[in-house]
């Protein structure tokens, strides 16, 4: 809206339907990298003008071995969190992924009270 470029303009230029453009920027589907850097290049902006509000969050978050950071890393690092991990992205129905997401928070609450 800011350069008056409409979602559907924007998406013929990166070949995609506007839907699909609607859906990146109310956030319902993930964007990549390389579709970002293409959207920045097409409105004319810098990268790091989609990351402006990030900015704050990064300088005051914690580094990889800071902090929670550390278990996570050690936990995706290893076999069974690798092959958890590889398995989840690969089911694209988002509902079935936020109940599997849910089952796990729930056998974890279930074994933290057990404890």
Known sequence: MMIGMSQERLGELL?????????????V?????????EIARILGVPIHYFYESVAQQINAAPGFSEGEAQPVLEFVSSGEGL????????????KVRKRVLDLVKSLAEENTSKE
């Open 83 to 94: 092959q958890l991990s590889l398995a989840y992205m690969r089911i694209k129905d988002t």
């Open 15 to 27: 070949g995609l339907t506007f839907q699909q453009v609607q859906k990146y920027e109310k956030g």
């Open 29 to 37: 589907n993930r964007i990549g990298a390389g579709r970002l850097f």
